[in-house]
Every structure is written in C-alpha cells, then in structure tokens.
C-alpha cells in the first residue's frame, strides 16, 4: 500500500518511541489487541463515546513563545465552544474562547484581549471545532468533519508497524498532510501535522492514556510541538479526566469585556506571567 510522504516521519517516531527504553509505559485503552489493523480501527474509533459537553480541569504549561504555568477549569460543548478560564490561587486571571471560527482571549492584568480567526491562528489548517476538540481529548479524526470516525477505516491508509499502526488520510486539503501514531495496544502516540504551502510543522505527543467507563479513550496529556514562521510553540496541556463531568447541558458564550484594550494574539501571551 503507497502512503503519504507523512508515513516516513510517523515510521521514524514509531521505531524512537519503541527503541526508547525510558519512555513511560501506558495503561491499554481498551481490552483484547486486534490482530489485523482493520479491527484495531473500528475496536478504537468504535469505543469513542458520544458526548454533549463536559466541564474538566487542566493545567497548561508553556515553554515557547513565553514560559509560565497556569491552571484552570475547560467546558467543551461538541462542535460550538471551547471555554477555558485560566486561574491562580483560585481567582481566573484570564480565559481562552473558541467557537467554530474565532478564538478570543482576554488577561484581566493589564485588561487586554484579542479576537482573531481560526483561519488566522491555524493557516493552512481547515479544523472543524469538533476536530479541535478531538485533538484535545486525544482522539484521531477527519479533517474538515466533525461526523463520528466509526466505520469510516475506507477513508484512510493504514500501515501496521513495529510497536504500533499508523493512520493517514486518503485525501489532505490543499498543501497539507496529517496522519496519527498508534501504539499495538490502541493508544493514541502522535499526531503530526504538516502545511507544506506555509512552511508549517506541528506535532502533538500523547501520554497518560485514560479509559472513561462511559466516554472510552481518552489522554490526559496533550504537548503541542510546532515551528512557524513567526515564533516556535512548545506547550503542555494536561486534563484531569477522572474529576470530568459530562453531559450536563451547560452552555457558554463570550462578549467583549468593557475597558478592555484589544491586541494580538503574541501580544496577549507575553502580558501573561
């Protein structure tokens, strides 16, 4: 089977991460492994959970543009919002918004705030919000769908590998390729993403695979990995999943904060420390 010029770089991350002898070991997110990659397919996408909205505590740790550490409380409705309140000593010193096509932020010391589009912030990359919330929780998906990855295996090239499988698209947007790292046990490693037309390079590493008796796999965390041409992103995010809360029909929305002074989206990281 001919895959993608991605299945190279995922193929070098599978034999590292099998070749290292300090790496971790993670708990099996689901039972029995599949012996063909067809079955280890739909045994994962098939154990997804289907939810609503979920409120969960996180902490975020960044590296690059600016090193600081924060915690905070996220709720996630499928498909509409991503809500983020940032907090220290357990007052919310700043939030993070996301809605199908904007991202908004504000820090309350030196009250400023930004309002940029998802197009913006992620050029080249045609996420759906639910991919977004995908990529969070530490689950593959279809880019440009937020439908369930249940039963859609025809959709991808799937290679088994030592110590793993690898999952790529049959078909990219225009200038980019991704593709998904899995272990033999059916645990999300990697996602790497590259926007060949902008020079982009990003990848996503899993750790702390979590199995949810309702929601299925999860992984409790998240580091973002990525060079652009404007600055380098090396960040952490880490979900406590066994204090989650699903389905509660919570709702979230966001408006301007008044007296606030609007700047970009670099601008409003480095007023954060």
């Known amino acids: 089977m001919r895959l993608s010029s991605l299945f190279a770089v995922l193929l070098c991350m599978a034999i590292l991460a099998g070749c290292n002898s300090s790496r971790k070991a993670v708990t099996p997110a689901l039972g029995p492994v599949s012996t063909s990659v067809a079955d280890r397919y ?19 740790d960044i590296v690059s543009p600016k090193g600081f550490s924060i915690s905070g409380r996220a709720k996630l409705v499928r498909g509409k919002s991503v809500d983020i309140s ?24 030196g009250k400023t705030y930004m309002a940029e589009s998802l197009a913006e912030l992620l050029p080249g990359m045609p996420f759906t919000l639910g991919n977004l919330q995908d990529m969070l929780m530490g689950r593959f998906f279809y880019m440009g ?48 993403i590259a926007v060949t037309q902008k020079n982009i390079l990003a990848q996503c ?46 709702t979230s929305s966001w408006s301007t904060p008044n007296g606030y002074k609007r700047v970009k989206a670099s601008a409003l990281v480095k007023s954060i420390n």
């Open 42 to 60: 739909d045994a994962l996408a098939g154990a997804y959970g289907t939810w609503t909205d979920v409120t969960v505590p996180l902490s975020i």
């Open 86 to 109: 940032l907090r220290m000593l357990g007052f919310e010193v700043g939030r993070l918004y996301a809605t199908p096509d904007s991202i908004y932020g504000m820090v309350k010391v």
């Open 205 to 250: 590493d899993y750790s702390g695979a979590y199995n949810d008796s309702k929601m299925g796999p999860l992984m409790n965390d998240l580091r973002v990995k990525s060079d652009t041409p404007r600055y380098k992103i090396d960040a952490t995010i880490s979900w406590r999943w066994n204090d989650a809360r699903w389905n509660e029909g919570v």
């Open 145 to 192: 769908s937020d439908a369930p990855v249940a039963g859609d295996y025809k959709k991808f090239n799937a290679e088994s590998v030592a110590g793993g499988w690898i999952l790529i698209p049959k078909t990219h947007p225009d200038g980019l390729e991704y593709g998904f790292n899995m272990t033999v046990d059916n645990v999300l490693r990697s996602l790497v």
